[in-house]
């Protein structure tokens, strides 16, 4: 899968940026600021979702205009060609178009599988589940198109169950269909989680990779979930009392956590050090896309944002050596042109610049050799 045209019209920085590329790793550099991570930012929104920075529509839109933004994208996928378009006007919601027909955003989880890494990732094993949810459900998403509406069926029940519980109604009626409608998504949420953990896992133990494998695991607290549709009901209709006085849905999907073990060491991943972390991501994503790639045909696409400014130069060197072998459209920004000169001939390179405002890029032909002056 890969992008072959992407534009981006009044989107952040970008006044009207064009990419034409073609399926191999693309490799943004410019100094900070200069726009990079915003094109990976726009790309993100092929997918369903509010993209990486998990923005609200309007605030992609470029200042000081402000009148709105729009991304298209060619995205091949075997031999399939899809034309995506996404945008936002100031007078509307966010709409999507494929083929030049309206769709939902969720559709597009069916014709664009993403995934991606960012600086702010680095402390996902230390900081709060919440996280680490958000990334296992995008993992998810990219093996089970249909998690983006399980996900979004279930958040949808129970935030008008949530506002049931903070008017403390104690009636029972009001909670019946809410409940049945959370505890069908629920079961589905977590058997999907589940099945995607076992194929990453798979796919890191079948593989010599330079990057450390993780063991990856729901928290021991989802193995007290109900299993069955009728028990989950049960147990929503059981815990209202306590939930009414928290005010909040205390069981569920919405509560789980994924769990790692640096396997060379044998640890938790919360005690392994921050490169050990680092370099267990980039295990875990290169294990998303080689399973997937056994199970369609193909990779994902991959978004990189500064992931090689923290590898040293050997690890640098295995992770574009796993990208090229997979054949893999990686998207990988940083502010050093250096930084990507192991990647040689088989990448695209692309100076991205700021002047007043407005990002601009600018494709280059470096051989090795002048990468590296």
């Known amino acids: 899968m890969h992008i072959s045209q992407l534009t981006l019209s009044h989107f952040r920085s970008h006044k009207f940026t064009q990419v034409p590329v073609g399926n ?4 943004l550099f410019g100094s900070n600021g200069a726009g990079k991570t915003n094109i990976l930012e726009g790309i993100s929104l092929l997918s369903p979702g509010k993209g990486l920075r998990r ?3 309007a605030d992609l839109s470029k200042s000081p205009e402000n009148i709105g933004w729009k991304l298209n994208a060619e995205v091949v996928s075997g031999t399939n060609s899809n034309l995506i378009e996404t945008s936002w006007k100031t007078t509307s919601s966010r709409t999507v178009k494929i083929n030049d027909k309206l769709a939902r955003q969720n559709d597009l989880a069916k014709l664009v599988r993403v995934v991606w890494l960012l600086p702010s990732m680095d ?8 996280g680490r949810r958000k990334f296992l459900d995008r993992l998810t998403l990219s093996f089970f198109p249909k998690h983006a509406d399980c996900v979004l069926n279930y958040e949808k029940a129970m935030r008008e169950r949530n506002r049931l ?14 409940e049945s409608q959370m505890a069908k998504n629920g079961l589905l949420i977590q058997l999907n989680r589940k099945a995607a953990l076992k194929k990453i896992c798979a796919s890191q133990n079948s593989s010599t990779t330079m990057f450390p494998a993780a063991a990856l695991s729901l928290s021991h607290t989802d193995s007290d979930m109900p299993t069955d549709e009728g028990e989950f009901i049960l147990s929503l209709s059981e815990s209202r009392h306590l939930d009414i006085l ?4 205390l069981i569920g999907p919405h509560r789980s956590d994924m769990e790692a073990i640096y396997i060379p060491k044998g640890i938790p991943a919360k005690d392994s050090s921050t ?12 294990a998303n896309a080689r399973a997937l790639k056994l199970e369609l045909g193909y990779p994902p696409i ?3 944002d500064e992931v090689s400014a923290h590898l040293d130069a050997d690890r640098r ?14 998207w990988m920004t940083g502010t050093d042109k250096n930084l990507f000169s192991e990647l040689g001939k088989a990448a695209q390179y692309f100076s991205v610049s700021e002047t007043s405002g407005v990002s601009g890029i600018t494709e280059k032909d470096f051989s090795i050799d002048s990468i590296r002056s």
């Open 55 to 57: 923005a609200n529509a």
């Open 123 to 130: 402390r996902l094993w230390i900081e709060g589940a919440e």
């Open 317 to 330: 060197s295995a992770l574009y050596a796993e990208i090229n072998a997979l054949k893999v459209q990686a």
């Open 246 to 249: 928290a005010g909040r849905t």
């Open 275 to 286: 490169g050990e972390q680092k370099a267990m991501l980039i295990s875990i994503i290169l």
């Open 165 to 178: 519980l903070k008017e403390k109604m104690t009636d029972g009626v009001w909670y019946k269909a809410l």
């Open 302 to 304: 991959m978004l990189l």
């Open 24 to 27: 191999g790793p693309i490799a």
